[in-house]
Nanobody, 127 residues
Framework: QAQLVESGGGAVQDGGSLRLSCAAS????????MGWFRQSPGKEREFVAT????????YYLDSVKGRFTISRDNAKNTVYLQMNSLKPEDTAVYYC????????????????????WGQGTQVTVSS
């Protein structure tokens, strides 16, 4: 089992920045990919970004490309999501997730490929 704890959410103005962190503990050696998802009120949870724990390869939701950057610090067992140029439509609860099985990177856009989830952290962007 792996445990994930997110931090770094908050409230910012349109155009502002936030950095989310997700610290993994437990069976971190079994992690292949880590990802970020988000869920807005009344909407389904959607994929935001994912990163290979070993190679650092990344994949993003089109609407966040160029604004968000996912990165990881293997020594700290932590994945980050740097969010710049935030927009009101980015408002959501952001969830960190970890996958313990390997597949092609595109497949990690799907929730079903993740085994462990954090509790979520709220991001609110006001206009």
């Amino acid at each position: 089992q792996a445990q994930l704890v997110e931090s770094g959410g908050g409230a910012v103005q349109d155009g502002g920045s936030l950095r989310l962190s997700c610290a993994a503990s437990g069976r971190t050696s079994s992690i292949y990919y880590m990802g970020w998802f988000r869920q807005s009120p009344g909407k389904e949870r959607e994929f935001v970004a994912t990163i290979s724990w070993s190679s650092g390869s990344t994949y993003y939701l089109d609407s966040v490309k160029g604004r968000f950057t996912i990165s990881r610090d293997n020594a700290k067992n932590t994945v980050y999501l740097q969010m710049n140029s935030l927009k009101p439509e980015d408002t959501a609860v952001y969830y960190c997730a970890a996958a313990s099985s390997y597949t092609i990177i595109y497949s990690y856009t799907q929730e079903g490929h993740y085994d462990y989830w954090g509790q979520g952290t709220q991001v609110t962007v006001s206009s």
